[in-house]
Protein backbone atom coordinates (compact mmCIF):
# COMPACT_ATOMS: atom_id res chain seq x y z
CA UNK A 1 0.00 0.00 0.00
CA UNK A 2 1.40 3.41 -0.70
CA UNK A 3 2.17 5.97 1.90
CA UNK A 4 -1.44 7.94 1.13
CA UNK A 5 -3.22 5.23 1.18
CA UNK A 6 -1.65 4.04 4.21
CA UNK A 7 -2.20 7.51 5.98
CA UNK A 8 -6.11 7.59 4.49
CA UNK A 9 -6.89 4.27 5.81
CA UNK A 10 -5.82 5.17 9.39
CA UNK A 11 -7.32 8.18 9.86
CA UNK A 12 -10.70 7.04 8.81
CA UNK A 13 -10.21 3.90 10.13
CA UNK A 14 -9.81 5.91 13.64
CA UNK A 15 -12.32 8.40 13.31
CA UNK A 16 -14.88 5.46 12.67
CA UNK A 17 -13.66 3.55 16.00
CA UNK A 18 -13.85 6.83 17.99
CA UNK A 19 -17.31 7.28 16.39
CA UNK A 20 -18.51 3.94 17.06
CA UNK A 21 -17.34 3.76 20.70
CA UNK A 22 -18.32 7.34 22.24
CA UNK A 23 -21.70 7.76 19.83
CA UNK A 24 -23.24 4.61 18.65
CA UNK A 25 -22.47 2.42 21.00
CA UNK A 26 -24.37 4.69 23.61
CA UNK A 27 -27.47 5.09 21.46
CA UNK A 28 -28.74 2.02 23.55
CA UNK A 29 -30.63 0.49 20.26
CA UNK A 30 -32.32 -2.70 20.28
CA UNK A 31 -30.45 -5.28 19.05
CA UNK A 32 -27.12 -4.85 17.43
CA UNK A 33 -25.32 -1.59 17.43
CA UNK A 34 -24.92 0.48 13.83
CA UNK A 35 -21.05 -1.14 13.12
CA UNK A 36 -19.80 2.28 10.93
CA UNK A 37 -15.63 0.60 11.34
CA UNK A 38 -17.75 -2.24 9.21
CA UNK A 39 -18.96 0.12 6.50
CA UNK A 40 -15.42 1.82 6.52
CA UNK A 41 -13.80 -1.30 5.58
CA UNK A 42 -16.31 -2.13 3.28
CA UNK A 43 -15.92 1.06 1.00
CA UNK A 44 -12.32 0.60 1.19
CA UNK A 45 -12.33 -2.56 0.17
CA UNK A 46 -14.60 -1.83 -2.54
CA UNK A 47 -11.66 0.63 -4.05
CA UNK A 48 -8.35 -1.06 -2.82
CA UNK A 49 -9.58 -4.52 -4.01
CA UNK A 50 -8.82 -7.75 -2.56
CA UNK A 51 -5.27 -7.78 -0.80
CA UNK A 52 -6.23 -3.87 0.19
CA UNK A 53 -9.29 -4.92 1.76
CA UNK A 54 -7.90 -7.32 3.75
CA UNK A 55 -4.99 -5.26 5.23
CA UNK A 56 -7.84 -2.80 5.78
CA UNK A 57 -9.94 -5.22 7.72
CA UNK A 58 -6.72 -7.03 9.75
CA UNK A 59 -6.10 -3.77 10.95
CA UNK A 60 -9.04 -2.12 11.61
CA UNK A 61 -10.42 -5.39 13.50
CA UNK A 62 -7.08 -5.59 15.60
CA UNK A 63 -7.84 -1.84 16.54
CA UNK A 64 -11.32 -2.70 17.79
CA UNK A 65 -9.90 -5.67 19.94
CA UNK A 66 -7.81 -3.32 21.89
CA UNK A 67 -9.59 -0.06 22.18
CA UNK A 68 -12.07 -0.13 25.49
CA UNK A 69 -14.95 -1.24 26.00
CA UNK A 70 -13.50 -4.33 24.51
CA UNK A 71 -14.22 -7.39 26.53
CA UNK A 72 -13.78 -10.48 24.05
CA UNK A 73 -10.31 -11.21 22.55
CA UNK A 74 -7.82 -10.16 21.00
CA UNK A 75 -8.05 -11.11 17.39
CA UNK A 76 -11.18 -12.18 17.40
CA UNK A 77 -13.00 -9.13 15.14
CA UNK A 78 -9.09 -8.83 13.02
CA UNK A 79 -9.87 -11.92 11.97
CA UNK A 80 -14.03 -11.12 10.94
CA UNK A 81 -13.02 -7.89 9.20
CA UNK A 82 -10.15 -9.38 7.09
CA UNK A 83 -12.26 -12.36 5.93
CA UNK A 84 -14.83 -9.73 5.18
CA UNK A 85 -12.67 -6.88 3.13
CA UNK A 86 -11.00 -9.66 1.13
CA UNK A 87 -14.95 -10.97 0.11
CA UNK A 88 -15.83 -7.54 -0.53
CA UNK A 89 -12.76 -6.48 -2.42
CA UNK A 90 -13.34 -9.45 -5.12
CA UNK A 91 -15.96 -7.31 -5.94
CA UNK A 92 -14.01 -4.79 -7.81
CA UNK A 93 -14.83 -4.32 -11.40
CA UNK A 94 -11.88 -4.24 -13.45
CA UNK A 95 -12.76 -0.50 -14.64
CA UNK A 96 -12.40 0.67 -11.18
CA UNK A 97 -15.96 2.02 -10.42
CA UNK A 98 -19.17 0.27 -10.07
CA UNK A 99 -21.59 1.25 -12.69
CA UNK A 100 -24.65 1.67 -9.92
CA UNK A 101 -25.36 1.63 -5.91
CA UNK A 102 -26.84 -1.83 -6.46
CA UNK A 103 -23.62 -4.05 -6.10
CA UNK A 104 -22.42 -1.82 -2.81
CA UNK A 105 -25.50 -1.82 -0.62
CA UNK A 106 -25.30 -5.77 -1.76
CA UNK A 107 -21.97 -5.78 -0.90
CA UNK A 108 -22.97 -3.92 2.67
CA UNK A 109 -25.62 -6.38 3.49
CA UNK A 110 -23.38 -9.37 2.91
CA UNK A 111 -21.09 -7.96 5.21
CA UNK A 112 -23.29 -7.28 7.75
CA UNK A 113 -24.84 -10.61 7.60
CA UNK A 114 -21.44 -12.40 7.62
CA UNK A 115 -19.99 -10.29 10.34
CA UNK A 116 -22.61 -11.08 12.46
CA UNK A 117 -21.98 -14.96 11.65
CA UNK A 118 -18.55 -14.70 11.70
CA UNK A 119 -18.28 -13.17 15.15
CA UNK A 120 -20.86 -15.52 16.65
CA UNK A 121 -18.61 -18.86 14.94
CA UNK A 122 -15.53 -17.60 16.49
CA UNK A 123 -16.75 -16.65 19.73
CA UNK A 124 -18.69 -20.04 19.96
CA UNK A 125 -15.16 -21.77 19.17
CA UNK A 126 -13.46 -19.65 22.02
CA UNK A 127 -16.36 -20.00 24.26
CA UNK A 128 -18.37 -16.99 24.29
CA UNK A 129 -22.35 -17.39 24.58
CA UNK A 130 -23.07 -13.64 24.44
CA UNK A 131 -25.03 -14.33 20.86
CA UNK A 132 -26.79 -17.52 21.46
CA UNK A 133 -28.13 -15.38 24.77
CA UNK A 134 -29.16 -12.36 22.85
CA UNK A 135 -30.30 -13.95 19.85
CA UNK A 136 -28.38 -14.75 16.91
CA UNK A 137 -31.68 -14.26 14.73
CA UNK A 138 -32.23 -10.41 16.29
CA UNK A 139 -28.58 -9.68 15.78
CA UNK A 140 -28.97 -10.77 12.05
CA UNK A 141 -31.94 -8.43 11.31
CA UNK A 142 -31.08 -5.49 13.06
CA UNK A 143 -27.13 -5.46 12.36
CA UNK A 144 -28.46 -5.36 8.47
CA UNK A 145 -31.22 -2.62 8.70
CA UNK A 146 -28.81 -0.62 10.37
CA UNK A 147 -25.95 -1.20 8.59
CA UNK A 148 -28.36 -0.53 5.17
CA UNK A 149 -29.90 2.58 6.86
CA UNK A 150 -26.19 4.16 7.76
CA UNK A 151 -24.67 2.72 4.53
CA UNK A 152 -25.50 5.79 2.14
CA UNK A 153 -24.62 8.32 3.94
CA UNK A 154 -20.80 7.14 4.43
CA UNK A 155 -19.79 4.44 1.57
CA UNK A 156 -20.57 7.04 -0.73
CA UNK A 157 -18.43 9.52 0.74
CA UNK A 158 -15.70 7.34 1.70
CA UNK A 159 -15.39 5.56 -1.88
CA UNK A 160 -15.32 8.78 -3.29
CA UNK A 161 -12.91 10.43 -0.84
CA UNK A 162 -10.96 7.03 -1.51
CA UNK A 163 -10.91 7.25 -5.32
CA UNK A 164 -9.51 10.78 -5.18
CA UNK A 165 -6.20 9.55 -3.71
CA UNK A 166 -5.82 6.88 -5.73
CA UNK A 167 -5.85 8.93 -9.26
CA UNK A 168 -2.80 9.11 -10.24
CA UNK A 169 -2.79 13.62 -11.30
CA UNK A 170 0.19 12.60 -13.48
CA UNK A 171 -1.31 10.51 -15.85
CA UNK A 172 -3.51 12.78 -17.62
CA UNK A 173 -0.36 14.81 -18.37
CA UNK A 174 1.40 11.89 -19.66
CA UNK A 175 -1.36 10.96 -21.82
CA UNK A 176 -1.63 14.00 -23.06
CA UNK A 177 1.73 15.09 -23.77
CA UNK A 178 2.49 11.32 -25.38
CA UNK A 179 -0.66 12.22 -27.72
CA UNK A 180 0.60 15.96 -28.44
CA UNK A 181 3.90 15.56 -28.49
CA UNK A 182 4.65 11.71 -29.33
CA UNK A 183 3.50 12.14 -33.01
CA UNK A 184 4.58 15.93 -32.89
CA UNK A 185 6.45 14.69 -36.44
CA UNK A 186 3.19 13.49 -38.26
CA UNK A 187 2.27 16.78 -38.98
CA UNK A 188 5.02 17.97 -41.14
CA UNK A 189 6.50 14.43 -42.48
CA UNK A 190 4.63 13.40 -45.51
CA UNK A 191 1.91 9.88 -44.96
CA UNK A 192 1.83 7.01 -46.84
CA UNK A 193 -1.21 6.82 -49.50
CA UNK A 194 -1.35 10.85 -50.32
CA UNK A 195 -0.90 10.57 -53.52
CA UNK A 196 2.06 12.96 -53.77
CA UNK A 197 5.25 12.14 -55.20
CA UNK A 198 8.23 13.54 -54.97
CA UNK A 199 10.88 13.29 -58.25
CA UNK A 200 14.61 13.05 -57.91
CA UNK A 201 16.12 16.93 -58.33
CA UNK A 202 17.83 17.37 -61.85
CA UNK A 203 21.07 17.24 -61.88
CA UNK A 204 23.07 19.54 -64.20
CA UNK A 205 26.51 19.31 -66.49
CA UNK A 206 28.32 20.69 -63.36
CA UNK A 207 26.85 18.00 -61.50
CA UNK A 208 24.94 19.87 -58.67
CA UNK A 209 21.36 19.55 -58.38
CA UNK A 210 19.66 22.34 -60.57
CA UNK A 211 17.83 24.87 -59.21
CA UNK A 212 20.23 25.67 -56.14
CA UNK A 213 21.62 29.11 -55.54
CA UNK A 214 25.14 27.70 -56.84
CA UNK A 215 23.62 26.05 -59.68
CA UNK A 216 22.15 29.00 -60.33
CA UNK A 217 25.59 30.79 -60.71
CA UNK A 218 27.31 28.36 -62.54
CA UNK A 219 24.71 28.47 -65.24
CA UNK A 220 25.58 32.43 -65.52
CA UNK A 221 28.67 31.98 -65.61
CA UNK A 222 28.92 29.11 -68.23
CA UNK A 223 26.67 31.77 -69.86
CA UNK A 224 28.61 34.72 -70.06
CA UNK A 225 31.53 32.61 -71.19
CA UNK A 226 29.81 31.41 -73.93
CA UNK A 227 28.83 34.94 -74.92
CA UNK A 228 32.34 36.43 -74.53
CA UNK A 229 33.34 33.27 -76.96
CA UNK A 230 30.81 34.50 -79.64
CA UNK A 231 31.81 37.85 -79.52
CA UNK A 232 35.51 37.29 -80.30
CA UNK A 233 33.87 35.03 -82.92
CA UNK A 234 32.41 37.75 -84.23
CA UNK A 235 35.03 40.62 -84.04
Known amino acids: MRLTRTVLTALLVAVALVLQVTVLARLHLPGAVP ?14 GHVGGALTGFFAGLLADVAPPADHAVGRYALVLCVIGYAAGLTKPETGQHRSATVPMLVVAGGALSST ?3 AGVGALVGDTVARDVGLTQLLVT ?19 ARRLES ?12 AGGDSSAGWLPRAGTGLRTRAPRRSRYGRAAGGPRST ?19
Open 35 to 48: DVLLLTVLALSLVY
Open 117 to 119: LLY
Open 143 to 161: ATIYDLLLAPFTVPLLMSL
Open 168 to 179: DPLAGENTSGTA
Open 217 to 235: LLSRSARSRAGRIKGIKRL
